[in-house]
Antibody, heavy 117, light 110 residues
Framework: QVQLVQSGAEVKKPEASVRVSCETS????????IHWMRQAPGQGLEWLGW????????FFAQKFQGRISMTTDTSIRAAYMDLLALTSDDTAVYYC??????????WGQGTLVTVSS | QSVLTQPPSTSGTPGQRVTFSCSGS????????VYWYQQLPGTAPKLLIS???QRPSGVPDRFSGSKSGTSASLAITGLRSEDEADYFC???????????FGGGTKLTVL
């Protein structure tokens, strides 16, 4: 069955960076894009960007340009999201999801990232 | 502020029919499919309705979706206690060139 399993919770200090991983199984990794979203406490979902594991092509939300990176390792069917220069506003649950065209059909379980001094 | 608009909460009693609304604009719901997700506390969102009104394999027919213009709705019939969750809508936005989401509606089963 399709599974996306994310890395565990992180606590970071302001100005630090964080890497969240998303390990996939149960499907052909390169057939689907990986999208990243986040949900701050009490807020709705915010889209961060996507990456195409087949080509390496990526597209980020304008708000995060310059401090976000997304990569994949096709040998182990994993995707990674790095967010730099963290502030308290980045405290949120981060999700990965696979997508075919516009449909985000399977999601990871979420990774809580807490930014606190 | 979410691009798609959903009421924050709703409630119902077991066996009842409840509906959820999702309002957008021409650049998202007006031209693209709506997707509905169920999110149980502390778990990953689960795709409930795809492409306006299609149920993925394993989703009971108690769940149904519809769309008209820039508004969409999700209905649950025969409400059960295990349906208590957050429900959010999503679509693609042609102007933003990425997925957009509603803020979610929390369902309480009384």
């Amino acid at each position: 069955q399709v599974q996306l399993v994310q890395s565990g919770a992180e606590v970071k200090k302001p100005e630090a960076s964080v890497r969240v991983s998303c390990e996939t199984s149960g499907y052909t990794f390169t057939d689907y894009y990986i999208h990243w979203m986040r949900q701050a406490p009490g807020q709705g979902l915010e889209w961060l960007g996507w990456i195409n594991p087949q080509s390496g092509g990526k597209f980020f939300a304008q708000k995060f340009q310059g401090r976000i990176s997304m990569t994949t390792d096709t040998s182990i069917r994993a995707a990674y999201m790095d967010l730099l220069a963290l502030t308290s506003d980045d405290t949120a649950v981060y999700y990965c999801a696979r997508a075919l065209l516009y449909e985000l059909d399977f999601w990871g379980q979420g990774t809580l990232v807490t930014v606190s001094s | 502020q979410s691009v798609l608009t959903q009421p924050p909460s709703t409630s119902g009693t077991p066996g009842q029919r409840v509906t959820f609304s999702c309002s957008g604009s021409n650049s998202n719901l007006g031209t693209n499919f709506v997707y509905w997700y169920q999110q149980l506390p502390g778990t990953a969102p689960k795709l409930l309705i795809s492409r306006d009104n299609q149920r993925p394999s394993g989703v009971p027919d108690r769940f149904s979706g519809s769309k008209s213009g820039t508004s969409a709705s999700l209905a649950i019939t025969g409400l059960r206690s295990e349906d208590e969750a957050d429900y959010f809508c999503a679509s693609w936005d042609d102007n933003l060139i990425h997925p957009v989401f509603g803020g979610g509606t929390k369902l309480t089963v009384l």
